[in-house]
Every structure is written in structure tokens, then in C-alpha cells.
């Protein structure tokens, strides 16, 4: 507990703390710096998960090299965009093309169909 020769020190430190500007309440309108960041970095996100999407089709897809890996088995597989393209045609999305490609080379085989396969996990290259 603060003594009382403390407390009207803290008490003092508080009134010269009202001399300076009060950052915004819950009322208060916000400034626009604030409004201006949020903007940018949905913006950002957006860019970001639009060029990663796996629904994609493969003539949309900016990047030369394409990366999908399995959850299940950590296993990695990257393919050109040129060969995914000559492979599956322009017109193929994404998702099919990657699901294809871990399925083709999958180790994990228990002969069951719901537990076969491979997880995709579409990322950036």
C-alpha cells in the first residue's frame, strides 16, 4: 500500500499527464493513419493468398515453379509450370494438379480408401 506522501506524488504525476494528448477512446473517431494501415495490410493479405489459391487455374498462376507438400508425410513436390501446363492443360486447376501429383508417388498405401493418399498443403514456392 502507497503511502499517502506517495500518493499525492502519483496523483500529481497524473494531472501533468493530462496536459498531453489522450489516445482515442472507444467513441472516438479514429484517425486516418490507422484506417490507412488496416487497408494496406488487407490488401497485402489479399495479393498474398490470391497468388498462393489452389483453386487457381495454371495459366493464372504467376509463379515458375510450383510447390505442393503432403501434411501426412512431409513429402515435397515441385513441378515447372511449363510441364504442369503441357501435362494437365492450361485449363486445370491448382488443386486437381497438386492432388495428382502427390497422389502418383504416395508411399502411404493401407488399403483402406478413407485413410489413402496424400494431404495436400498448398504454399508458396
Not at 13 to 28: I, Q, T
Not at 52 to 59: A, E, K, T
Request: net charge neutral.
Amino acid at each position: 500500500m502507497p503511502t499517502p506522501k506517495q500518493m499525492e506524488k502519483l496523483a500529481a504525476s497524473m494531472g501533468k499527464g493530462a496536459e498531453r494528448e489522450l489516445s482515442p477512446g472507444p467513441r472516438d473517431d479514429m484517425p486516418d493513419e490507422y484506417w490507412r494501415a488496416l487497408l494496406d495490410d488487407a490488401h497485402d493479405r489479399t495479393a498474398v493468398s490470391r497468388r498462393s489459391s489452389p483453386v487457381q487455374r495454371l495459366c493464372e498462376i504467376p509463379q515458375h515453379v510450383l510447390r505442393v507438400s503432403c501434411r501426412r508425410c512431409e513429402r515435397i513436390v515441385e513441378i515447372q509450370k511449363v510441364d504442369a501446363v503441357r501435362l494437365y492443360g492450361q485449363q486445370a486447376s491448382w488443386k486437381e494438379v497438386g492432388q495428382r501429383l502427390l497422389d502418383n508417388t504416395c508411399q502411404n498405401r493401407t488399403g483402406r480408401h478413407e485413410e489413402d493418399g496424400c494431404w495436400p498443403a498448398f504454399g508458396p514456392v
